[in-house]
């Protein structure tokens, strides 16, 4: 009876979590504070070594402290300390990707979408270009190119982030080029820009800021997977990725110098896709397929 | 269809026109290629001379052109590294990451066929929540870590798989699985989607009521209309295989292509970089153009 009843309960909790997702917020609001205000709250400064407190286990373990509650790593630095700036290198490489990429794709689709034609023809095999190609490819590229800088990271991964916003934004402008509001704005004497901006933009910021908000997760994916490979910012700025890499060939004596940061990215990745359906299943349900 | 195909092919030579420059560009941005071959004690005169010896005092449409010449005639240069001719290197590490992708590619897709299609027939039940809940987990966790964990659990601690590298058909097994890993939830996915739709078809409905078994209307019947949509997924399972075969391989040490490419980066090679990923290029190039023809030649309404 009584477990009955803890069941019913938790399905409530689930059922009440998919109208609104209370966790992934969490998560993203936790996030969002500590990137703000890295330098106030981290307990040691990210690059500070100690080398007598090497390999410190995090603090529930036996011979753990609760001087360094997530650990130490390999030269003694703090690694909650680490991770708290590693968390503002993350939200701040997948904003201004996001921002770039939405820029860059929105202009390139919605010109497509209105244009037809020739140059929708263009943009369209570049933008199918661009979707096929990996986008870990132009990043290496590019660092081996430029050198690895925080720069180079952002400037790789809009290279090619840019091309779902333009092929979304085609196809939505697609869908209302030819409505009646539209027609009416061109016989009043409208211009295409005026058209564009006035218009057509109101009604597709929807599909937009749907798109934005999944991608936040997989942009920081790949920022991850940059660092771990060396070619994302370089050390000894502190990035989830590269941490993980640290700890790669400790990870029997310490593993909590790659777990940590790895749950971090997986949290962090994790509720972002959550929130995207959620805003999606809010702001635009006929993007459910997706 | 002639005309499409010729048109598609068109296409892709001037898409990997434009690649080329793009790549060239890089190679003359990434600093002066003299200052890294020139002996420390070099004289203005030496400079001058490699300068004339490579060929970088002439234009820069000249030097593109030459380099066109070069990548037809199968020269890439030679590494910065080892002084190692790009193409050889390249030809002996290139098997070891096709068998490697391969392996998991196939790996990959018989386990989100049975994933895939087995959540769809379980709509709404465990079953099909559990497949979901590992998909959304799979693209959420960093895959790379998922590779430390595997070398860290089953070769480390229970010793039954080498850590790393390449010889027996034991050290194929965590690097393939890991790999598999990469595009299992788009995979699972997708067929899952698309396997709801079809099975809620008219068609699947007749091969029910004619009485034929269950497993014969879903396996022989659905199966085979769901996967057409999985298609348009092939090239970014390539982009996904590409990427992840970077990470797995330098995780496991593999002697493949990828891991020539992390190497590269952190040397900061660029001539074996460049060579890469203009085949890599090509690659996908091919692949986004047999999947175009194959698409056109399943659903005629794609032709010009």
């Known amino acids: 009876m009584e477990k009955a009843k803890f ?29 703000i205000f890295a ?63 939405t820029i860059i794709g929105t202009f390139l689709g919605m010109i497509a979408g209105y244009m037809r034609g020739r140059v929708d023809a263009v943009l369209m095999r570049v933008t199918d270009a661009a979707l096929a190609f990996p986008a ?19 400037l790789a991964l809009s290279a090619l982030s840019w091309a779902p916003y333009a092929r979304m934004m085609r196809g939505e402008v697609l869908k209302i080029r030819d409505e009646d509001f539209v027609a009416q704005a061109r016989i009043i004497g409208s211009s295409q820009a005026r058209i564009l901006i006035k218009h057509i933009f109101p009604n597709v910021v929807n599909t937009l800021v749907v798109l934005m908000t999944m991608s ?58 959550f929130l995207g359906d959620w805003i999606r299943d809010k702001m635009d349900p006929r993007l459910r397929q997706l | 269809m002639t005309r499409f195909i010729i048109i598609r092919l068109i296409q892709a030579f001037v898409t990997l026109i434009v690649i080329s420059m793009v790549i060239f560009a890089l190679a003359r941005a990434s600093g002066d290629p003299v200052m890294l071959i020139a002996p420390p004690m070099a004289t203005l005169e030496d400079i001058e001379a490699i300068r004339q010896h490579l060929g970088l005092d002439k234009s820069l449409p000249e030097q593109y052109w030459v380099f066109l010449q070069n990548i037809t005639q199968g020269d890439l240069g030679q590494s910065i590294q080892n002084r190692q001719d790009v193409t050889t290197l390249i030809g002996t590490r290139l098997p070891n990451t096709v068998t490697l992708s391969l392996s998991a590619i196939f790996l990959g897709l018989i386990v989100s066929l049975i994933l895939g299609v087995t959540a769809a ?38 010793g039954w798989l080498p850590t790393s590298g390449m010889g027996s058909p034991a050290h194929y097994v965590l690097p393939v699985l890991t790999l598999s890993f990469f595009m299992l939830p788009i995979f699972t996915r997708l067929l899952r989607s698309s396997m709801l739709e079809v099975l809620d078809s008219e068609y699947v409905k007749l091969a029910r009521i004619k009485g034929l078994s269950e497993r014969v209307v879903v ?72 999947v175009d023809i194959t698409y056109a030649y399943v659903d005629p309404r794609i032709r010009y």
Not at chain 2, 242 to 267: C, K, N, S, Y
């Open chain 1, 216 to 273: 936040v997760g997989l942009v920081i994916l790949i920022e991850a997977s940059l660092s771990f490979l060396g070619a994302g910012i370089p050390p000894p700025t502190p990035s989830w990725g590269s941490m993980v890499a640290d700890g790669r060939n400790l990870f029997q004596r310490a593993w909590w110098i790659s777990l940590f940061p790895s749950l971090a990215i997986g949290a962090v990745v994790l509720s972002g896709n």
């Open chain 1, 136 to 154: 870990l490819l132009i990043a290496l590229l590019l660092g081996v190119a430029l050198g690895p800088s925080f720069r180079t990271v952002v």
């Open chain 1, 39 to 101: 330098d106030v709250i981290t307990p040691y400064p990210p690059n500070e070594m100690s080398l007598t407190e090497r390999l410190t286990p995090p603090f529930f373990m036996p011979e753990g402290s609760t001087a360094h509650l997530l650990g130490t790593d390999n030269i003694g630095r703090d690694i909650l300390s680490r991770m708290m700036f590693g968390a503002r290198i993350s939200l701040s490489v997948s904003l201004m990707v996001i921002a770039i990429a």
């Open chain 2, 219 to 290: 396996w022989k019947h659905a199966l085979r209309n769901a996967i057409i949509p999985l298609l348009t997924a092939a090239g970014i399972t390539f982009a996904t295989i590409v990427t992840g075969a970077v990470i797995i391989e330098t995780v496991f040490a593999w002697p493949g292509l990828g891991r020539l490419m992390a190497e590269a980066m952190i040397r900061r090679d660029f001539p074996v970089i460049q060579a890469t990923v203009m085949l890599v290029a090509v690659v996908v190039l091919f692949v986004n153009l047999l």
């Open chain 2, 121 to 158: 027939c379980k709509f709404g039940t465990w079953m099909d929540n559990a497949v979901k809940f590992v998909a959304i987990l799979g693209q959420a966790l960093p895959s790379f870590w998922l590779a430390i964990v595997a070398i860290s659990v089953f070769a480390v601690l229970l």
């Open chain 1, 7 to 35: 069941g019913k309960k938790l399905i409530q909790i689930w059922k009440y979590s998919r109208r609104f997702p209370v966790i992934p917020i969490a998560i993203f609001c936790v996030l969002v504070f500590v990137a």
